[in-house]
């Protein structure tokens, strides 16, 4: 096992690995397939809202009933969680199966919760329990213009 492996969390050990990072703590959310310069970006100014950054993936399943096509994702669960977690800027990844994280934003109680700007912060999973245990939401701004939809695209083209 790689040292970046390490930070692999199932959802079971998500309550103890996450007790055990440094605070104040981030959760962030997402499929992150193809990996590009706007998920790193936003990672890691994610990541700079608090010490420590947990990253919850989709799982495959959860993906397809997004609906961002049938061939999505192009990568299984097990890769797109290997490159995250290679990622200087991400303490932990975990993943749900369900249609919100909900369950693990409940399981490791962040001080912050973040999603992208596309994102109203009042329209965040999570939010309000948040905020209820005097944590804060926020909406992160994009920097960069991408998105693995028009990745795909242009691949395709």
Not at 14 to 30: D, E, S
Not at 70 to 90: G, H
Request: charged share 25%; proline share 5%; glycine share 8%.
């Amino acid at each position: 096992m790689t040292a970046f492996e390490s930070k692999l969390c199932s959802p079971e050990d998500l309550p103890r690995r996450a007790a055990a990072l440094p605070r104040p703590l981030v959760f962030t959310n997402g499929v992150f397939d193809i990996l590009h310069r706007g998920h790193v970006t936003y990672l890691a100014e994610a990541r700079a809202l608090g010490a420590s950054l947990v990253l919850a993936l989709n799982t495959d399943a959860s993906v397809r009933r997004l609906g961002k096509g049938d061939d999505r994702p192009v990568n299984p669960l097990e890769d797109r969680a290997a490159v995250a977690a290679a990622l200087e800027s991400v303490a932990l990844v975990t993943w749900f199966d369900e249609d919100t994280p909900i369950q693990r934003i409940l399981e490791c109680k962040p001080d912050r919760l973040v999603k992208g700007g596309d994102w109203a912060v009042d329209k965040i999973v999570g939010g309000h329990e948040v905020m209820g245990w005097g944590g804060t939401v926020h909406s992160i701004a994009f920097q960069h213009d991408r998105s693995t939809t028009k990745l795909l695209a242009k691949v395709r083209s």
